[in-house]
């Protein structure tokens, strides 16, 4: 069978087995080892547990475990809350200063947390009733929180990030400060919709006037305050991490590893977690998400593997690389590629399955490998609240599951839209991207 029809086949199968619900690490697991069997024999199945524990064994892995350590503990604990209220002390006078704090709240927790689902579910679980409360469109409580989250694969640290540099062999520390300045620039932007979105609304101010939740905000100011300082300890130890790993002071994983453990003694210490039952959630959460990503990490490496060894990718970089189109044409083809896969596949697995492929193709066209791992990350946001699988909006629908699915989905779209405009912005002013890495990094 050519490769062409080979690898037609394999994503047919992987599709049907996605859409009757089988998961991801699953699928890619049994359509590597179905297509690798069906065409090299069964011989193959000797070396199929080698190349899956041998894709783990890179000692930068570590980083991710930890660094979902450090989220989880930062999200086990009160931190989301307090700092929702001290953002709303700030901002809860302005006329849909609420949603905006929301998304202040969202961009700083992401920084903390490094995940886009514990970001939704920790500041929506306040953020969506205290809006619907004040008259808020259900849309806009709901869509604002759902791509708000998103930054949490894009505001360093983010755990994407991480296995992006693994799978090309770039500077995490450099694709951490690659992300920043575009995570900055799409939270302005959604907080610019979400500002417009409430005019257009006009529901910002019943039934409860904001000018009551002012004076409310004002009666609580010294709780407000008090929030805050429970916050800053935190955001000293991500800002700690983050000159660590810019100043070459340490590498990934001995950041993540110490920040992991300052996270973990501060949530005792600040929230008085030192129980069994709050610490035993801490280490669910981050053995569940760490377990996941890396069994996708593996699949996902037996799966290029197989294509790889069928000849599909080669086929597949060869036909885009003989395209003779301008590199901007060439660009958009793979950024529809990377939307259409995002819609269907989590952020790790499209990293692990196309980075290493398209970053040849990306280099050879002149772009810049940091600059599109923003392009990339950015497209793989949109995918998390746009359906199929949208991540994001079924975590909003389990907190607020009064709302309906149509106006979650109608609030986030223009949210997705922003990220597109995000997009165009930077290939506009790849600058945005790659100023900071060039200034702090040479």
Request: hydrophobic share 55%.
């Amino acid at each position: 069978m050519d490769p062409v029809t080979s690898g037609i086949l394999i994503v047919v199968v992987l599709m049907v087995l996605m859409a009757i619900g089988t998961p991801i690490a699953f699928a890619l697991g049994s359509v590597s080892l179905g297509a690798l069997v069906l065409d090299r024999g069964m011989g193959e199945l000797t070396y199929f547990g080698e190349t899956f524990f041998g894709s783990l064994a890179t000692f930068s892995f570590v980083a991710i475990p930890m660094f979902i350590l450090m989220g989880a503990a930062v999200a086990s604990s009160p931190t989301g809350r307090d700092l929702y209220r001290s953002l709303d002390l700030w901002l809860g006078r302005v006329p849909g200063g609420l949603a905006i704090s929301n998304i202040g709240a969202c961009s700083i927790f992401a920084a903390l947390s490094g995940s886009s689902p514990a970001t939704s579910a920790a500041i929506g679980k306040l953020g969506i009733p205290e809006m619907r409360k004040r008259g808020y469109p259900d849309g806009v409580a709901a869509g604002c929180i759902a791509a708000g989250g998103t930054l949490g694969i894009l505001i360093p640290p983010s755990v994407t990030m991480i296995v992006y540099g693994i799978s090309t062999e770039t500077s995490i520390g450099r694709l951490f400060i690659a992300g920043a300045l575009p995570g900055v620039m799409l939270a302005l932007l959604f907080m610019a919709w979400t500002l417009i979105a409430c005019k257009l609304a006009g529901g910002y101010g019943t039934p409860n006037p904001v000018a009551e939740a002012a004076a409310q905000v004002k009666d609580n100011v010294e709780g407000n305050l008090k929030a805050l300082v429970r916050v800053l300890p935190f955001l000293v130890v991500v800002t700690g991490i983050l000159f660590a790993l810019y100043g070459g002071v340490a590498t990934p994983s001995e950041a993540a590893g110490a920040g992991a453990f300052l996270c973990l003694a501060l949530a005792i210490v600040v929230y008085r977690m030192w129980r069994a039952k709050p610490l035993k959630i801490i280490m669910r959460d981050a053995l569940r998400e760490s377990v996941m990503i890396m069994l996708i990490i593996a699949t996902a490496e037996i799966f290029a593997y197989a294509l790889s060894s069928m000849f599909i990718t080669q086929t597949v970089a060869g036909a885009i690389a003989d395209l003779e189109v301008n590199r901007w044409v060439l660009m958009a083809i793979i950024n529809v590629f990377l939307l259409v896969a995002g819609f269907f596949l989590p952020p790790v697995a499209v990293i692990v399955m196309t980075a290493p492929i398209l970053l040849p193709i990306i280099t050879a066209a002149n772009f810049d490998p940091y600059w599109f791992a923003v392009i990339l990350t950015i497209n793989l946001e949109i995918g998390l609240i746009t359906p199929p699988v949208g991540l994001n909006l079924f975590i909003i629908k389990g907190i607020a599951p009064d709302i309906a699915l149509r106006d979650v989905l109608l609030g986030s779209l223009p949210y997705a839209l922003c990220m597109v405009l995000g997009i165009v912005l930077l290939c506009f002013f790849p600058g945005i991207a790659t100023w900071l890495p060039d200034l702090m990094m040479n």
